[in-house]
C-alpha cells in the first residue's frame, strides 16, 4: 500500500521561504512522477511542480523562479523548496504519485497525500 506524508507547512510572512516535504512509504519515488498541487478555499486543485522518473522538473508559470522541486532517491523524499511567498500562495498543498511514465505531469496521478497547510501573511 502507498502512503504519502506531506510536511513542512506552516505559517509565513510574504517574501519568505518554507519547504516542504513528502516521505513515501510502499513506493520507490525515483521510479514514478511524483507532483505536488495546491487547494487555495473555493478554488480548484491546480498543478504547482512535478519532477519525473527521469529527473525532469516542471514547474506552473504562476510559481515559476520561486519554487523549485526537488527528489532525494536515498531517502526516498521529495521537496518542494518555495521561496519569496506571496499571499496568493495559501493553500493546502498535496504531493502525489503518477505510475504512467506517459501524458503530461500535470494530471494523472494515482496515490495522494492528505495534504499540508501553508498560509503566508501580508
Known amino acids: 500500500q502507498v502512503q504519502l506524508v506531506e510536511s513542512g507547512g506552516g505559517l509565513v510572512q510574504a517574501g519568505g521561504s518554507l519547504r516542504l516535504s513528502c516521505a513515501a512509504s510502499g513506493r520507490t519515488l525515483s521510479h514514478d512522477g511524483v507532483g505536488w498541487f495546491r487547494q487555495a478555499p473555493e478554488k480548484e486543485r491546480e498543478f504547482v511542480a512535478a519532477i519525473s522518473w527521469s529527473g525532469g522538473t516542471y514547474t506552473a508559470d504562476s510559481v515559476k523562479g520561486r519554487f523549485t522541486i526537488s527528489r532525494d532517491n536515498a531517502k526516498n523524499m521529495v521537496y518542494l523548496q518555495m521561496n519569496s511567498l506571496r499571499p496568493e500562495d495559501t493553500a493546502v498543498y498535496y504531493c502525489?504519485?503518477?505510475?504512467?511514465?506517459?501524458?503530461?505531469?500535470?494530471?494523472?496521478?494515482?496515490?495522494w497525500g492528505q495534504g499540508t497547510q501553508v498560509t503566508v501573511s501580508s
Open positions: 502525489a504519485v503518477k505510475l504512467v511514465r506517459i501524458g503530461p505531469l500535470t494530471d494523472g496521478y494515482n496515490y
